[in-house]
């Protein structure tokens, strides 16, 4: 039985909505410190084309992608899987992963990080990037506190030049 305190709720008119880059938005539902450290939650859409998350490791959350429309190419250490409408994706702490649209298509997907981590500024962060506020450089200093880390993938660059 859960008690009302416990409950989050994120009306879809409430939710903060990001551009994070050109073509991809995020949608912030939940953060670690409103559900007690139990989950961080949002929403990623990406146009055609959009870049979406370079290659990179978290040490202490697995991350969840649900895809809700479109496709995903997801970078899973060293090979590439494309997320449909309904698939679901769970990449434990310490694996590689990137993400974006697959070729000419859009994806919309659902992303979720137990336990919860503190996200949301990260996300900012990019926002503020994106709109030439903050730098780059902030965005690889803020790795450690963010809990993400980034990697290496010839895999990955390898789907980025086709």
Known sequence: MSNAH????????????????????????????????K??????TFEKGAVGAP?????????FFFGLDGQLDVLIGDRIETLG?????????GTPHAFAPAADSTA??????????????????LDRVNKGEASVQEIRESGPHFDNHYAE????????GR
Not at 39 to 44: D, E, I, Q
Not at 85 to 93: E, H, K, Q
Request: avoid cysteine.
């Open 6 to 37: 416990d409950v989050v709720l994120v009306r879809a008119a409430d939710a903060e909505v990001l551009a994070d880059a050109p073509g991809s938005l995020i949608t912030l539902l939940a953060d670690s410190a409103q559900t007690g450290g």
């Open 39 to 44: 989950v961080t939650s949002n929403r990623a």
């Open 55 to 63: 290659p990179h490791f978290h040490t202490r959350a697995t991350e």
């Open 85 to 93: 409408r309904g698939d679901f994706l769970a990449v434990p702490p």
């Open 108 to 125: 919309d997907v659902l992303v979720v990080f137990t336990p919860g981590m503190d996200r949301f500024d990260y996300y900012r962060l």
């Open 153 to 160: 993938s010839p895999v990955w660059a390898a789907r980025a």
